[in-house]
Every structure is written in C-alpha cells, then in structure tokens.
C-alpha cells in the first residue's frame, strides 16, 4: 500500500444538446424576459484600440453539413496581445464572445479586434465548440494568414504540415476572413487539448 | 517563495468518448484525428471574469425568474446546490453557472423543440448564479420532466438540468448535465453512456438532499462539481510569454 493522493477528477463533460442557446444566449433564443442582454455579445466595446476585422464561417460535420445548431465561444488577447486583467490591457477588450450558428444557413459571424501577439505567441483567437452530438467541447484556434507563425507553440507543432492550413483564416477582403471548421473527415480541423 | 500555479493537464479518461454510435448525432459530429496535446499557454490560462454585478434579483430562481416573480412556474419545486472546487480540492469562487433544462413536461422553450408537452407560461428554462467565496452556490427551480428524443427508435432523455462552469482560466471551461438520483431512465440513456466509466457517470447523479430541503416548501438536490486543477510548484522553468 501506498499513501493515497488527494487529487479529485474533473467533472465529465456532456453534451450542450440542441438547446445550448437557452442556458447560454436566452435572447438570441427568443427569451427576453430574464436578463437584460446576452452574455458575450460582443469582446469589445466603443474606444478599443486595434484593426476592427470581421471573421465568417460555418462548423461541417462529417458528411459536409453545416451545423445549425452549434455554439461557439472566442478568447483573444487585445491589439497589443495583452489579455484582459494583465498589465497594460485595453480596458475597451473583455476579450469574450459568443456567437451561434445561424439556424437556416448554419453560417456564423464574429465581428472583432484583431489581437496582438501573446508572448512569443502568433496572434490568434481560441474557440470553443459545442453542439448537440459533440460530447466534450472542441477547442481550436483561429490564425491570421498575414502573420509570421514561425515561433508559435501550436503551429509549430503540428507534424502534418497540411494540417496547419485548418487553423489559419483565409482572407476575403478588407478586414474580411473565413474560418471554416471541420469536425471530421478531408480538412478536418485541429483541435486541441491545452 | 513565489509558486507557480499552471493549468494541471486535462484528464481525458474523466470525459465521454467523442464517438459514440448509440448517440447517433456524434457518429458525423466526432474528430477522427488525435486531438493535440501541449501545455496551456496564456490563452488558456487566463479567461473572462464575470462579477457579481450582472445577476439580477431572479437570476438564480428559475421558479420566478421568467414573469420576474408575477407568477410560478408549474412543478415540483426544487432546490439544487452544491460546491464548485478544482481536481486540487480548491474552492472555486466566482465561478459563473448557468443552467437550462425542460419544463415539468419536459418541453423547452425553443423554436427547434416540438414535442406536444405544452409550454409553461410561467418558465423561460434558465438561470445562472456566481458561486461564493467558498465554491458554494445554489438555485431554485421545478424538476424538469424527462422526454422523447429522435435517435434510435424511442430514446427518452432521462429527467437532466444543464450546467455550464467557467473557472478562472478557459482552459477550465466544461458544458455537463445534471441528473437525479434514482431515475431508471439513466441507464437506458445513451448520452449518459458516452461516459463509459460508470463511477464518473455517478458523479452526475444529484442526490436527494432531504437536509437542505424545506418542509411544506421545496426538494434539494446536492450537485458538485470539480474543474480542472492547478498544480502548484516552485520549479518552473517556462518561458515567460508562453
């Protein structure tokens, strides 16, 4: 025998279910009576330094479809790669947003500042992923296709060189970007466990 | 001396498996690649932080909290509390939990669910609640019915309040569900099975908590949750920035 650690397991995770909008963004759903605004509308408000950029796309399931009933959370760093409650972070950037995909054509939008670089960090912004049938919350990264990702952590560690190209945004025009996600099959994103 | 105080490494044996064929939804929805492993930078590290100041009088009262206390909600009225603390057996204060489930019928308010269960007039189906400073929190509300699902060919959902917890970090966030002691539906459930390791699907299960409940008024159910941990060490040899 030995003497026992004292370490608790993580509560397992569950499904969002189809419904995750009610508990998480009740206006978007239609419930408009219990708060006064959704949590996460936007990651930051009026006076935030930086490029304003807007960031499409659309969450695919194996057979090519699009997800029409997934939620997505983001997490960014400011302009300046400070995240909110480090020294020197915009007070404009709460960094949090949380947005749904549209429920007739599945596409979802993300209007932003585009971040900083954390660190030795590429900028980036993380998501989180959730959706009926997706057991345990997927996360990845959006990048920036105009960046030097040559010291980033994540990138740099990804063996298939092709598979990088799932993690960087494609340009569309003038602060425009698509990031399409895949859950599985031909192009299917990265996702992590950081 | 200063400790350092890193995200633990997720334990990914605690959660359900993404591929799951009973759970029809997950077959298209599940990554067939690893999922890549490395050590949480500062994105994952730090997280938004939710202060008190954005809960309303009802917020954690799904019996009131749609009419803003003009009327109840129809059902059995329950109490659910419990203790958020990390895998290190930390309190987790200022944890932010919002719930959602059914109505007593088991019908959601949401234009996507059709079941002929009627709507209640008096409950919207959510609440949140920030815990204290010793992980505790707790909320009011009716016991959800269980229903009807289209999966295999009569799949019913066993009787479940959904939960979302953000820690201090986002690399703590988890979406769960919380079901109730004694529901025969569990096992017959094939979302709950996605959790193969029959003693972390107990951790699911509130139990009836008689000592919390008060007499002639409401049932309790005691539910806690444990997020992932921060190892704490003085050697740590890191860069900064990463």
């Known amino acids: ?20 909008h009610i508990g998480c963004i009740p206006t978007f759903a239609g419930i408009t009576t219990i708060y006064p605004e959704d949590l996460g509308l936007s990651p930051f408000s009026d006076g935030a330094k930086g490029d304003l950029i807007t960031i499409t796309g659309s969450i695919f399931d194996g057979t090519g479809w699009a ?69 345990t919350g997927l996360s990845t990264r959006i990048y920036f296709p105009e960046d030097d990702h040559g010291s980033d952590p994540v990138l740099t560690r990804i063996e298939q060189r092709h598979r990088v190209d799932t993690l960087i945004a494609k340009k569309t025009g003038d602060a425009r970007y698509r990031f399409d996600i895949r859950l599985q099959g031909e192009g299917e994103t990265v996702f992590l466990d950081m | 001396m200063a400790k350092s105080s890193r995200l633990m490494p997720r334990d990914q044996t605690a959660h359900p498996r993404a591929y799951w ?73 200022n944890a932010l939990i919002e719930v959602w489930q059914a109505n007593a019928g ?13 709507l209640d007039p008096g409950f919207g189906g959510c609440g949140r609640t ?9 909320f009011m509300t009716v016991k959800p019915g269980a229903y009807p699902w289209p999966n295999r060919a009569n799949d019913w959902r ?3 309040i959904h939960f979302s917890l953000f820690g201090a970090s986002f690399g703590q966030r988890l979406i769960s569900q919380m079901y109730f002691e004694g529901d025969p539906l569990i096992r017959l459930c094939p979302i709950a099975a996605t959790i193969e390791d029959q003693g972390q699907l ?30 704490q060490t003085m050697f740590e040899n890191k860069p900064e920035g990463l």
């Open chain 1, 1 to 20: 025998m030995v003497q026992p650690l004292d370490i608790n397991r993580e509560t397992p995770s569950q499904t969002a279910g189809p419904y995750v």
């Open chain 1, 67 to 135: 997800l029409r009933d997934a939620m997505v959370e983001s997490w960014q760093a400011d302009a300046a790669g400070n995240y909110p409650g480090q020294p020197g972070a915009d007070p404009s950037v709460t960094g949090f947003c949380r947005f749904a995909a549209d429920k007739d054509s599945g596409e979802f939008t993300l209007k932003t500042i585009k971040p900083g670089p954390p660190g030795s960090q590429a900028p980036h912004i993380a998501l989180w992923v959730v959706a009926r049938g997706i057991n």
């Open chain 2, 21 to 93: 064929p009973d759970y029809k939804t997950s077959v298209a929805r599940s990554p067939r690649n690893a999922l890549l492993s490395l050590e949480p930078t500062v994105t994952e590290e730090t997280g938004p932080v939710f202060g008190h100041d954005i809960l309303g009088k009802y917020d954690n009262d799904l019996i009131q909290n749609f009419t803003q206390g003009a009327s109840l909600a129809i059902g059995e009225r329950i109490r659910v509390h419990g203790r958020v603390q990390d895998e290190n057996g930390r309190a987790v204060a």
């Open chain 2, 106 to 118: 088991g019908r959601y308010r949401h234009v996507k669910d059709g079941y002929f269960a009627p």
């Open chain 2, 130 to 138: 920030i815990t204290d400073d010793d992980g505790c929190y707790e």
């Open chain 2, 158 to 160: 066993p009787a479940h």
């Open chain 2, 202 to 231: 107990d951790r699911l299960v509130a139990p009836l908590d008689m000592a919390a409940s008060r007499p002639m008024d409401y049932l309790a159910y005691k539910f806690d949750i444990v997020l992932r941990g921060r190892r």
